[in-house]
């Protein structure tokens, strides 16, 4: 099982030439990765920071750009769990559009569990570990583009 | 006196129109007010909120756009200071291009002393009161659009 | 009537004051001015903007912050029309919280129509006039801060 | 010989941990990308495009986040090349905050030379090869994080 979200690309995350400005396109995969925590998980992401005082930033990200997004787009965005450490988390995001499965972009996102006290690394809690497996996506189901 | 500060109009900043989007241009005045706090008061502004644990977060703008700013823009943005009360102050902002002395747009922006432990009022201090008297800019200088 | 959607104030669009920067929210404002073409409207601003080449963007503006919104706020954002002009309109903006009718912050925004070819302004076509009526809104029912 | 830009970093680009939103940050490296261009080259990349109808879309990007970037952080931004294809460009981009060597963040961007008009890919201009050569960054001199 994958989540999905839907969003709606805006009149100002466009750039000169017209098309989406490729780091509000990772702001949108991690507004996906918000929705999952909220939407998909039941537990909003800023409570999870503030009152579990555990977080997950990115530590290294890879992202392909395949096709441009374009204002009036309104792609599916797309989270898998590709990977789970002691600590670490590789989340997979793509975007769709309609009912075409070809993404438009993709990217691998690796973070870190860290304590939002400390910024220092801890372990994921089992609980999550738990949860997060059902969102588990393997490597050969993270969509190529073309 | 008056303060100038010179940025960049950047690719992303953009809108689907191919003009810059308003709430950017409004993050380009807040960058002037930054760089006035550095280079103008010689007190970067992280400092103040950190350090002195004052900040002035804006109660009440007013913005006018007058001619388009385009990618490719370098605009000089200048800042006055119009009012100064026990605890508020009045700053006019205005951007103009190369020698064209009217102005893209401006906006005055009201903003209020806070203590940045508890964001309650309070009176702003003389040291600062004084220095600000500095850049006072009159109603009557405040440039306007045509 | 007026117009209301729901939208997720988002993990990056905050400050170093960790409250909401003053210009993202009135991206949000922006935001659901879109969502108001798309979905109280039924004709989505990017389709009026390239197909029918009509544009409303904005000229002037006066905006009030009343509370701050935080990360993890789920605010209503509200519009309606405060004035109908030959070419021009004057949106009311307000953001709520929860059950609670007071706002966060409000704006009016004065937007011209412009021909999207040559960005001259040009009158609102009847159609738009009349639907923008059912969205009026008096000024006396334009929600003030306490 | 890399390429060399100091950035402010803004208060409005901090996400709701305190530190840099990773978005913002591929966004300050644009930024570098565009000042290379006016600075380093002396073509002004809005030039590039419009005149020219030449651009440098990312299509792939690896970037890796060591240590979190802060607000009043004014960090050196380096660019060099790691790679000329036919009609393609890789750029090394990396951060570094005062003597410390050791960078902060980095990512490397694999971009296609475009006709503007169509947004095809074609070669890259000799003039601009030969240009771009004079910023060769080898792989070995790429900086890794600890």
Sequence with gaps: MTFR?????????IDDAGIAYYPK???YFHCAFEDWWSDGLGRPYPKLLKEDKLGLPAVK??????????????PFVHLGVLRLGDSSVEFGFWMTRGDEPRPLCR???????VDMDTLQK???????????????????????GR
Excluded: C, K
């Excluded at 990217?107 to 569990?113: D, E, I, K, S, W």
């Design 5 to 13: 979200t839907q969003l709606r690309y805006r009149f100002g995350d």
């Design 107 to 113: 990217a691998r996102v690796l973070t870190a569990a």
């Design 122 to 144: 801890r372990s994921l809690p089992d609980v999550w570990r738990q949860r997060f497996q059902a969102f588990a996506l393997l490597e050969a189901d993270f969509p190529r």
């Design 61 to 74: 990200l890879e992202a392909e750009f395949f096709v441009p997004v374009r204002y009036g787009d309104e």
């Design 25 to 27: 396109l990772l702001h």
